[in-house]
Nanobody, 124 residues
């Protein structure tokens, strides 16, 4: 069974940076996609960024493009989300999730294994 553990959340001022980590274990295939999602209070969960295991192709939501960077370290089985120029509207619980196989999607229903989430709060 795939297990995902997020870390790195916290409180940061507007304009600041944070790096989230998602440590993964239990994969039975080398082909999968890992994505970051976020959910703010009273809002639906939204996809933020994704990266594929094989060719490391990435994709981003328009709201975070050019501010967030997703990357992976195969040796550590960890995917990172580097967040810069943070805004109060980035405040949310951030989750990582994985799919079965390579997918080109940032939709909730296409991901089957989820971490427990880490809180990011952007406030002065």
């Amino acid at each position: 069974q795939v297990q995902l553990v997020e870390s790195g959340g916290g409180l940061v001022q507007p304009g600041g940076s944070l790096r989230l980590s998602c440590k993964a274990s239990g994969f039975t295939s080398t082909f999968y996609t890992i994505a970051w999602f976020r959910q703010a209070p009273g809002k639906e969960r939204e996809g933020v960024a994704r990266i594929s295991s094989s060719n490391r192709i990435t994709a981003y939501a328009a709201s975070v493009k050019d501010r967030f960077t997703i990357s992976g370290d195969n040796a550590k089985n960890t995917v990172y989300l580097q967040m810069s120029s943070l805004k109060p509207e980035d405040t949310a619980v951030y989750y990582c999730a994985t799919s079965r196989g390579i997918i080109l999607s940032l939709s909730n229903q296409d991901y089957c294994d989820w971490g427990q989430g880490t809180q990011v709060t952007v406030s002065s």
